[in-house]
């Protein structure tokens, strides 16, 4: 494997991680998926926000924090970039006027990247981009399997009248068959709702609901290798909402709720899911403008990392 074919992240020791083109991880920026087997992707959207704004930001300020990032994960001793191909594809052109038709500008890009036979790992935006890269993924895969970890359970029928919000994508994800709900598992939620039985539709419909209260205090990988049967069963997408983490953690975002998760146990979600079939993933909700110190961009950073280190062929 030589470098050309595998295109590797800027060392340090070439140019000092404060300089150069803050490109996600530092990767060549290619103009499309052609030839990669994995590729960044950001979508600079936010026009599905309910609360705080920003997350058109969010893309820009992940990559500015990956800088930091080395391209080996010592922990788990993965090698992504000497096993598979990827860049950073840059962001999609969502239109600034209008969320609809931003979300067909959305699934148009990723209806691409999946022609080219590449996984995207997507650097968000708001939740509302699920929507749309769950309808590419699902004319190619059919229902797919969804590790959805977030505060919300992004299930509302409509948000102010509207279908297409960032808190209505999976139900949406439901009613058009993009997702199995059998195979669908939420982690994470929590909070003040407006009725007592919010999380309860993705039950009704066949969900796995882990609620934050049920993950305080403890280890998440016990709960990963309990999943892993019904997970193993098909292509699974990762979508991994930053407010899932404590503010503690992760500050800067629309609509963060106390009590969350904790960063090791976030890392615990991701690397227990290795091994099985992911098509993508995205990390979502990240809002630079509530996140002053960075923390946020650069957990999220390390997240869309860790998405690519159990993407198959990785080893
Ligand atoms: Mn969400
Ligand atoms: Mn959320």
Redesign the pocket.
């Known amino acids: 494997m030589s470098p050309i074919d595998h295109p590797q992240p800027l060392s340090g020791n070439q140019m000092p991680r404060s300089g150069g083109i803050a490109s996600m991880m530092r990767l060549p920026v290619y103009e499309s998926a052609a030839g990669l087997d994995a590729c960044f992707v950001g979508v600079p959207f936010d026009l599905g926000t309910s609360n705080r704004t920003g997350t058109r930001f969010g893309p820009r300020q992940i990559r500015a924090e990956s800088v930091l990032l080395r391209p080996y994960n010592v922990a788990t001793r993965k090698a992504p970039f000497e096993r598979l191909r990827v860049a950073d594809i840059g962001d999609v052109a969502i239109n600034p006027y209008n969320l609809h038709d931003s979300i067909a500008r959305i699934e148009a890009k990723y209806d691409d990247i999946l022609r080219h036979g590449a996984k995207p790992v997507t650097l968000g935006g ?2 509302t981009i ?1 929507l749309p890269i769950l309808r590419a993924l699902a004319k190619q895969h059919g229902p797919v399997g969804l590790v ?1 970890v ?3 359970a ?1 299930i509302n029928d409509t948000m102010f009248g509207e279908k297409i919000a ?2 209505t ?1 999976f139900r949406r994800a439901v009613e058009e068959g993009l997702i199995d709900p059998a195979r669908t598992v939420q982690i994470g939620l929590r909070g003040t709702g407006y009725a007592a039985d919010e999380f309860d539709w993705g039950r009704q419909q066949g969900f796995t609901v882990i609620e934050a209260h049920e993950c305080w205090h403890h280890s998440l990988a016990p709960l990963m290798r309990e999943l892993r049967p019904k997970l193993s069963a098909g292509p699974l997408y990762v ?1 991994f ?1 930053i ?1 899932s983490l404590d503010p503690a953690y992760a500050p800067g975002t629309g609509t963060p709720e106390i009590g969350g998760l904790t960063v090791p146990q976030a890392l615990e979600i991701i690397r227990g899911l290795d091994g099985l079939d992911i098509i993508g993933g995205d990390v ?2 990240v809002s630079p403008p509530y996140d002053p110190q960075g923390t946020t961009a650069l957990v999220a950073a390390n997240i869309a990392f860790e998405i690519l280190c159990i993407l198959p062929g990785v080893g």
Do not use: K, R, T
Request: proline share 6%; charged share 40%; hydrophobic share 20%.
């Open positions: 708001d939740h699920a959805h977030d505060a919300h992004d960032h808190g994508p979508s909402d407010d979502v909700e």
